[in-house]
């Protein structure tokens, strides 16, 4: 099998590069030198010797992770893995310690600085200090007790990202409690297709949220959630809108009114956190569980290492509640650094809306989506002449792969000495597979390197490690993060399925990648819908970032489709800007676009106009329920109803199949 050319066309020289005194202050640098003293660690090499010793003595580096960071081990650890094995890596057996009592270690030395900046639709931020975040968590974690709440009880969130919610997240943690949450857009059977699997026992709800310049009422599906999940002891109304807590439901502001010191629940390293949700386009969603300690030496790792944060930072991740994004964004206390959430619209009042969010709050590193980049782009938005962004050192992006135009874009339109990080991960690690390392240059098109302590690699189909060709994306390291288990799931096998199928003891993760000779990684889109074409593999992504360059498409979604007859059909469907019509011209013009930044095998069969792209309720393009839907397969089996972001879109699909089979 060929595989197509997947190096970026672009120079060898970096686009950025980080001078002397920045490699030096990053904190990845410092730990470096320390480990180098204290745990034979490389002292030489810089990055690449540093991550080559954690992915070969992983043992020796999460420790040093944890000692580096001061992770407070309430009962010691025996060994730092006990069983490397995956599924069921058995990290840092005999410890106990609690999550939240590590994110508020601040409020200790730092009362009155700011741990949480909140931002509405007016842009004006709004700080909690660290003392107040300090207090009311611990004022709703008695209260959490008083209700009955025992650890590993779980307590859901139907919350916009608000101050309330890290205050329920971080109570829950503190006594021991699974925490999960949903976003109030996402509607009631997708919620209850989460939350009913976990079965909560507490529920913080709102009466609505504010979005685009519009009140959004939410008390019926409210209503609907407590109708329909049986095991709740308590609601809890936050009166965003500011109505009264329907009957039977408890007021927020009782909850947090008392002055008491909060009491950390000391819990097993492996004990439940939360529970993340995939986009389950298929059936319900996989109800994903990871650890206390897990995730708390992980994220330590990626935000104080690779993201550079400390007590000095701000940090603004655009995200809402339903999306991993948001747990990762409430780390960031972990670090001690001020934390951004911003309750609102991407693009309310205007596209730029998220620069001035970054401007008011002094944000430091900003994190966003490649699509709102793109989409500043194409609005001919200049943040760097209209805002000041003098205090932002990075820039990251995520959700997708961030094209080459959008790196030359950040580096042009907000400056030029940008660190930009492009990063991949998942919602099943709840962290970043490769992305930012604040000492390495930045090419175009490609993440930095892998993550610390990952053991990230791309294998061709027989399961050998490939150099500078497309592979499948996989890590042969157990990371600390990695599910404990899903919920639901009591002998394990959808979770062996999901990931470990394909190379059994290796986790597969479903994407497709590049690593250059040079440890940089290129992302080229999902290998479960990826286009395979006369024995071409080739990224969906590629496809997308060709096309959407031209003004006159607004979103692209290409399917390969494998016939009864042995035949392969590529349509390209585009969602056209207004005004726009799809002629000869245009569709001559997308041809050529992409046989000449890509390959003549990579040009569609045919270009299809349609009213939309569907996707997940977490912004990802739907490409294998499409591909399912043009195969036959009924649309109540080709995807979960409630995890789309408009069925009808999707029943546009449908339509076509079937005019297409006759």
Known sequence: MTTAPTEPSEPTEPLWQPDEERIAHAAVTRFQTWAAAHHGAPADG????????????????????????????????????????MPGADWFPGATLNYAEHALRAAADRPHDTALLHVDETHEPVPTTWAELRRQVGSLAA??????????????????????????????????????????????????DRFQQVEPVVLFTVDGYRYGGKEHDRRDTVAELRAELPTLRAVVHIPLLGTPAPEGALDWADLVAADVEPVFEQVPFAHPLWVLYSSGTTGLPKAIVQSQGGILVEHLKQLGLHCDLGPEDVFFWYTSTGWMMWNFLVSGLLTGTTVVLYDGSPGYPDTGAQWRVAERTGATLYGTSAAYVMACAKADVHPGRDFDLSAVKCVATTGSPLPPDGFRWLHDEVREDLWIASVSGGTDVCSCFAGAVPTLPVHIGELQAAGLGTDLQAWDPSGKPVIGEVGELVVTNP?????????NDPDGSRYRDSYFE?????????????????????????????????????????????????????????????????????PLFVHLAEGAALDDDLIARIKATIRTELSPRHVPDEIIEVPGVPHTLTGKRIEVPVKRLLQGTPLEKAVNAGSVDDLDLLRFYESLAAARRG
Do not use: K
């Not at 969130?157 to 101050?163: D, F, K, R, T």
């Open 46 to 85: 810089g990055y690449p010797a540093l991550h080559r010793w954690s992915v070969e003595e992983p043992e020796t580096f999460w420790g040093a992770v944890a000692a580096w960071f001061d992770v407070r081990f309430s009962t010691p650890y025996a060994r730092v893995l006990g069983d490397r094995s």
């Open 143 to 192: 209260e959490l007790r008083t209700l009955g709440v025992r650890p590993g009880d779980r307590v859901s969130g139907y919350l916009p990202n608000v101050p309330q919610a890290v205050v329920a997240l971080l109570a829950t943690a503190a006594v021991g409690g699974v925490w999960t949450s949903c976003a109030p857009d996402f509607g009631a059977r997708s919620v209850l």
């Open 479 to 487: 990371m600390p993060s990695m599910p404990i288990h899903f919920w």
């Open 502 to 570: 394909m190379f059994p003891g290796v986790w597969r993760h479903g994407d497709w990648i590049t690593i250059t000779d040079r440890g940089s990684v290129v992302i080229h889109g999902r290998s479960d819908s990826t286009l395979n074409r006369q024995g071409v593999r080739m990224g969906s992504a590629d496809i997308y970032e060709a096309v959407e360059r031209l003004p006159e498409i607004r979103e692209s979604l290409v399917i390969g489709l494998e016939e009864p007859d042995g035949g392969y059909w590529m």
